[in-house]
């Protein structure tokens, strides 16, 4: 700025010294003058608008990183559930001889079965579901009704949880009876 300054000084000097005529000087002085505030204007109206269109371009990218940032968490999480090294998941187990529900890390290379912490049976797990759902629900346990996407009318879930629950009750009386033969046996071998 200080070499336009200079610049400007220099220009007026010269039109002082070479015209004479004192009203044609102060007539050229003055338009000039006029003319350089002019410009002083446009470039203070442009220095205005770039710095008004900085402030706006850089609070588009302050919400474009805040935007990039929730992305890229979601991504990272969406990546660390995919290629989890750790083949270990919770499950949520109903023990068959107790009824005691509990939540147990299983890994499915390893373990075939979980020992039930309140009656320490042990509870044989089944990683191949051989019984086809008649819904067609992902990784179905006979529980439709939380697991599949479908709508069903208040009259299917009943019919769903009733042969759940009669389902579940039947195994378990059979276990039952196969645990008090089991006890009969031992106590005749004794």
């Known amino acids: 700025m200080s070499e336009l300054s200079n610049r400007y000084q220099k220009i007026m000097s010269e039109l002082k ?26 470039i203070d109206r442009l220095t205005y608008l770039t710095d008004f269109r900085i402030k706006e371009i850089e609070e588009q990218q302050k919400k474009i990183d805040k935007k990039m940032q929730k992305i890229q968490k979601s991504v990272d999480s969406i990546e660390d559930d995919i290629y989890e090294d750790d083949d270990s998941y919770e499950f949520e187990i109903i023990c068959p001889y107790c009824n005691h529900e509990f939540v147990a890390d299983i890994n499915s290379d390893i373990n075939t079965e979980v020992e039930c912490p309140e009656c320490h049976n042990m509870i044989e797990l089944d990683w191949n579901n051989d019984e086809e759902c008649e819904h067609d629900c992902t990784y179905c346990e006979h529980e439709c009704v939380a697991e599949d996407d479908e709508d069903y009318d208040d009259e299917q879930i009943e019919k769903i949880k009733e042969k759940n629950s009669s389902s579940k009750a039947k195994n378990k009386k059979q276990k039952n009876i196969e645990d008090d033969d089991n006890q009969e046996d031992d106590e005749e071998d004794m």
């Not at 015209?19 to 446009?42: A, H």
């Open 17 to 42: 010294e070479n015209i004479k005529d004192e009203k044609q000087k102060e007539f050229v002085i003055g338009k000039f003058q006029e003319l350089s505030m002019m410009f002083m204007d446009v």
